[in-house]
T-cell receptor, first 116, second 114 residues
């Protein structure tokens, strides 16, 4: 069974600085997606960025980028120029393309605080 | 505006009562999901439905039931058999567009057992 591990329960960063959130996963499959979701205090889950496993190029969305290391099964999120609105819980998630449910498997989350 | 709505936002239940959480989407998505979130944990899958009139158990289905009579609606019933129902419940729908797979989430329902 696949598992997703986020080893940093809480992190803090100064506004305008850069922070990296870690995620590792375990799977024997070769065809899957990885995601980072943001959950602000409103508790709405918002997709931040996605990575398809077959793509070697790391995904980037504005200030958000990932470091996808497939062999190491690592998928970290880098937030550049941190803003106060980035304060939220961040969840790493895995989706198997081989599982007919296409369910998301989530890590336990990292609480990020951006300090003014 | 297209999206997913969940109601109510907050729900209180007495022990022994069944309650139903609503999830409606106007995104024309075929697949819908129910997840449960507990403090300090990520989301876990309760039930999912890939198509109308069909649904499957997820990882933590015991004490829950669902129906999928319409494409737009996927209500979740929390029965009295669910031993620890206090949690935050999130509904999602899934779409595949140009080979990109994505799940969209509703705003959630906070269920508290009194």
């Amino acid at each position: 069974a696949q598992t997703v591990t986020q080893s940093q329960p809480e992190m803090s960063v100064q506004e305008a600085e850069t922070v990296t959130l870690s995620c590792t996963y375990d799977t024997s499959e070769n065809n899957y997606y990885l995601f980072w979701y943001k959950q602000p205090p409103s508790r709405q889950m918002i997709l931040v960025i996605r990575q398809e496993a077959y793509k070697q190029q790391n995904a980037t969305e504005n200030r958000f980028s990932v470091n996808f290391q497939k062999a190491a099964k690592s998928f970290s999120l880098k937030i550049s120029d941190s803003q106060l609105g980035d304060t939220a819980m961040y969840f790493c998630a895995f989706m198997s393309r081989m599982d007919s449910s296409y369910k998301l498997i989530f890590g336990s989350g990292t609480r990020l605080l951006v300090r003014p | 505006d297209g999206g997913i709505t969940q109601s109510p936002k907050y729900l209180f239940r007495k022990e022994g009562q069944n309650v139903t959480l609503s999830c409606e989407q106007n995104l024309n998505h075929d697949a819908m999901y129910w997840y449960r979130q507990d403090p300090g944990q990520g989301l876990r899958l309760i039930y999912y439905s890939q198509i109308v009139n069909d649904f499957q158990k997820g990882d933590i289905a015991e004490g829950y039931s669902v129906s999928r009579e319409k494409k737009e609606s996927f209500p979740l019933t929390v029965t009295s058999a669910q031993k620890n129902p206090t949690a935050f419940y999130l509904c999602a729908s899934r779409v595949v567009t140009s080979g990109i797979d994505e799940q969209f989430f509703g705003p959630g329902t906070r269920l508290t057992v009194l």
